[in-house]
């Protein structure tokens, strides 16, 4: 049974609302940051959805590209275009990429510079050598 005096919040006045600095702190917070060790620069990632072309499932795949960034959080380099087929492919269980595309613009990634334009979230369709 419980008192009037309960420590239970109601529902319309939830926990965090009540709690000063939580919700700024959580939304400060980069959630897909990787904390770093003393004296490191702060690590991110870009998250890049994924599909096999070949394949008749319409369906994606994440594939996470780590980032470094310095502490005010830009980006200290950039992914290289054979550090993300690597990536790819590996997650694909593939020897090499024919053809990569972002969907959104229809541009084909070839190379380095290319690569630099990626954004977090971008959608990409693969096409891979068979052997």
């Given amino acids: 049974q419980f008192s009037s005096s309960s420590s239970i919040l109601p529902l319309s006045q939830p926990f965090l609302e009540k709690t000063p600095g939580v919700l700024d702190r959580m939304w400060g917070k980069r959630w897909n940051a990787i904390g770093p060790s003393a004296g490191e620069a702060p690590q991110t990632r870009m998250a890049l959805r994924v599909r096999d072309a070949s394949r008749s499932l319409d369906a994606f795949r994440h594939v996470y590209v780590h980032l470094q960034s310095d502490p005010d959080g830009c980006r200290l380099g950039h992914v290289t275009f054979v550090k993300l087929e690597n990536l790819i492919c590996t ?40 052997m």
């Fill in 91 to 130: 997650k694909f269980r593939a020897q090499s990429l024919s053809t990569l595309v972002r969907l959104r613009d229809r541009l084909e990634i070839t190379d380095s510079e290319d690569v630099s334009q990626l954004k977090d979230g971008d959608e990409l369709e693969v096409t891979f050598n068979r």
